[in-house]
């Protein structure tokens, strides 16, 4: 995944973060050609499409990291794992857990969220079930499709892995 991503961009300030995608030198050649121009150009069609595809769901990640803000998406992946859990014992656990991280007033990774929500979702988690969190992750999935998701497509990183993507086609098809 690295590698593929890695080969679609190219290390530059506005998203110096992004370097953890960069391969060695010597992998470049063979791995990058395999996630196409449309794959990339299809991370712009919907939200959904973008975290359901696992580089679009890493570019994206990558570039939350680089605005400081990838608290939401970290928490919205924490709430999917939740949701999996069989265990009730785990699932306590979990819950615990990711409100300590994400939801609690000061928590290290706070998540924005109003104090009506905050309440409810506390209360939820006295008893938690898989569900306990879907208002909560339903509120931060809507902030990052309305308003991370839009800079993320008009981005410099998304902006040269299109451009990349496309490029790399184009010698491929000539």
């Keep these: 995944m690295k590698t593929r991503l890695g080969c679609l961009s190219k290390k530059s300030d506005s998203y110096s973060d992004f370097s953890e995608f960069l391969p060695p030198a010597h992998e470049t050649t063979a791995r990058c050609l395999k996630l196409s121009t449309d794959e990339v150009v299809r991370w712009s069609d919907s939200f959904d499409h973008l975290l359901s595809h696992k580089y ?8 939350l990291k680089s605005e400081f803000s990838d608290e939401n998406i970290e928490f919205w992946m ?12 785990k699932l306590v656990s979990k819950a615990n857990k990711i409100f300590k991280e994400f939801i609690e007033v000061q928590s290290p990774r706070e998540v924005n969220i109003d104090y009506r929500t905050r309440e409810k979702t506390k209360q939820s988690l006295a008893d938690p079930t898989p569900t306990s969190l879907n208002e909560v992750q339903g509120k931060i999935y809507s902030l990052m499709e309305k308003d991370s998701y839009p800079r993320f497509l008009r981005s410099k990183m998304y902006q040269d892995m299109v451009n990349r993507a496309h490029a790399q086609g184009q010698r491929r098809s000539v």
């Excluded at 679009?56 to 570039?63: E, K």
Aim: aromatic residues 16%.
């Design 56 to 63: 679009g769901l890493a570019a994206f990640r990558t570039f």
């Design 78 to 89: 924490a709430c999917e794992e939740y949701k999996k859990i069989k265990s009730s014992t």
